[in-house]
């Protein structure tokens, strides 16, 4: 089992940035995806982007391409996601994610964009 555990959540202006940050711990696997969903409040959950664990190969919704970079520390088996020209639309629960044998989930952290 994998346990996942999100930081950085919190209440941002629009135009704003925030950078999320997710560690992985437990029987991690050498060869891994992590990354972050979302899901907004009656919305099902949706993906943002996820990044490799050995050629760090990135993949973002369209969505949140030119304003999101997922990033990767292996040494740490932390995953970041900075986020930046955030709109309300990015509001919502974010997730992290992780998949290398088996699946995790975090807990969540709430992102609200808001004047």
């Known amino acids: 089992q994998v346990q996942l555990v999100e930081s950085g959540g919190g209440l941002v202006q629009p135009g704003g940035s925030l950078r999320l940050s997710c560690t992985a711990s437990g029987s991690i696997s050498r060869i891994n995806t992590m990354g972050w969903y979302r899901q907004a409040p009656g919305k099902q959950r949706d993906f943002v982007a996820t990044?490799?664990?050995?050629?760090?190969?990135?993949s973002y919704a369209n969505s949140v391409k030119g304003r999101f970079v997922i990033s990767r520390d292996n040494a740490k088996n932390t995953v970041y996601l900075q986020m930046t020209s955030l709109t309300p639309n990015d509001t919502a629960v974010y997730y992290c994610?992780?998949?290398?044998?088996?699946?995790?989930w975090g807990q969540g952290t709430q992102v609200t964009v808001s004047s």
């Open positions: 990044i490799t664990s050995g050629d760090s190969s990135t």
């Open positions: 994610y992780y998949s290398g044998g088996s699946v995790s």
